[in-house]
């Protein structure tokens, strides 16, 4: 279980999220900062835990699902129970080469599903420079991130 969560303030500007009714306002944050949550913003998650953690009935989870969904805020493929996190590396980008891998690795191990996929292609294209497709995800010279930020003398561990 995660310790921490980033939660971008920006939310409380984005059209999309006030639009919703509180039920659904509170499920976005609960998938956003759940104890199931992870670094990759996708995972399983079976309806009977929301409604236990939330004390809710499936009926009043389903509706506030299912508003996520029209807002395109996440992405669910029931068969599976994997809940995603839309724009999610927009705000939680890989800080690192390691973080980058653990995040394909997270998702390696989700079924492969079409909401897991276009996750997957997302974290690629969030973290590679242009000129480095068809390179491997573990090679450290096909990698470089996007966020010039975090190429700094203290952030590569040499300050």
């Known amino acids: 279980m995660r310790s921490f ?10 059209q999309r999220f006030n639009a919703l009714p509180d039920d ?3 499920l976005y944050f609960y998938l956003l900062t759940s104890p199931h949550a992870n ?9 009977g835990y929301v409604c236990t953690d939330l004390r809710w009935q499936s009926d009043r989870y389903m509706q506030a699902l299912n508003q996520l969904i029209d807002a395109d805020l996440i992405a669910h493929d029931e068969a599976e129970s994997i809940v995603i996190i839309k724009r999610w590396f927009q705000h939680n980008p890989p800080m ?6 653990g995040v394909v690795r997270i998702l390696s191990n989700l079924p492969q599903v079409a909401c897991v996929q276009e996750t997957t292609e997302s974290i690629h294209e969030t973290w590679y420079a242009k ?9 450290s010279s096909a990698i470089e991130p996007r966020h010039h930020l ?10």
């Open 5 to 14: 969560s980033k939660v971008s303030p920006n939310v409380w500007q984005s």
């Open 24 to 26: 659904s306002r509170l």
């Open 39 to 47: 670094s990759a913003g996708a995972y399983r998650l079976p309806s």
């Open 96 to 101: 690192n080469e390691k973080h980058f891998r």
């Open 131 to 139: 000129g480095t497709e068809g390179k491997s995800p573990g090679t």
């Open 150 to 159: 975090l190429n700094t003398n203290f952030m590569n561990g040499r300050g």
